[in-house]
């Protein structure tokens, strides 16, 4: 293998089939015309994976952005039916209180 030719008789015969068989155009055309189909396959079902994760992703935060601003609209619904005007200020200023206020209100 090192030398590139073939020394003793599996090698030597071995050799001798791909010597025919790259002889053989229809045979290597065919070959090649499947290796690519395969590859072509193979490439597009990853584009079409990478595309489907992408518009997953792409929903999901849609999903979670309108679910947040639900969330946010029924504890802002609540605190206003209390009069606590000041809660719903600070709510929409500071995370923290955001949190505790959700909780509070189960949200």
Partial sequence: MQ?????GSLSQ???????????????????????????????RRR??????RA?????GVEQGIEQGEQRFAALASTLIGLGRI??????TNDYGARE??????SL
Avoid: P, Y
């Fill in 86 to 91: 000041d809660d719903l200020q600070r709510a």
């Fill in 13 to 43: 015969e071995i050799d001798q089939v791909v010597a025919r068989a790259n002889k053989d155009r229809k045979w290597v055309d065919r070959v090649f015309s499947i290796s690519t189909i395969e590859e072509n396959d193979a490439r």
């Fill in 3 to 7: 030398t590139g030719k073939a020394v």
């Fill in 100 to 105: 505790e206020l959700f909780q509070e209100f």
């Fill in 55 to 59: 518009e997953g992703i792409e929903q």
């Fill in 47 to 52: 584009i079409e994976l990478r595309q489907a």
